[in-house]
């Protein structure tokens, strides 16, 4: 009997730590990401990396409170229509919707927390910054304006 426990309790050593590995859901590591204003102004931010579909699944969910400066950046495979909820998401937030040329193409501001409606991409986007509520509209940052990061301009539509 004690040799069957030993060997289940190494077969549970051997498989739970390569499970875990499989699909993680936190975001990836922080990164510097910066938004030019049609005005000339720019402002820096640090994000997560959303890069893989369980870490954009879980986006900001669960956070009680982002700093003033950070967010997180979801870059897809392909520049199509996407559409965002705020399902299990504690706190507002401005979804930035951005083309494949790194230009805005449309702001929701101050999503609602936890509610499944659709925040939609006005046309195709190949990524979205999500910010604290409000921050796009004190920033006056609009359409058009320019999101700057390594993985937005390495993409192609």
Do not use: Y
Not at 42 to 65: D, Y
């Amino acid at each position: 009997m004690k040799t069957l426990l030993a060997a289940f309790a190494l077969v549970l050593l051997t498989i739970g730590p390569a499970r875990a590995q499989e699909a993680p859901a936190a975001p990836s590591k922080d990164s510097d990401l910066t938004i030019e204003t049609a005005a000339g102004k720019s402002f820096h931010f640090t994000v997560e990396l959303a890069l893989t579909p369980a870490q954009q699944e879980r986006g900001l969910m669960f956070r009680e409170k982002m700093a003033p400066d950070a967010g997180m950046l979801f870059v897809f495979d392909r520049s199509e229509p996407q559409a965002f909820w705020m399902k299990n998401t504690l706190i507002p937030l401005d979804m930035i919707f951005i083309r494949a040329d790194g230009t805005i193409a449309n702001i929701v501001e101050k999503a609602a927390p936890q509610t499944l409606d659709p925040r939609t991409s006005e046309g195709p986007a190949k990524a979205v910054l999500e910010l604290n509520g409000g921050i796009a509209r004190f920033l006056d940052i609009k359409p058009g304006d320019r999101v700057v990061h390594p993985l937005i301009a390495a993409t192609k539509s």
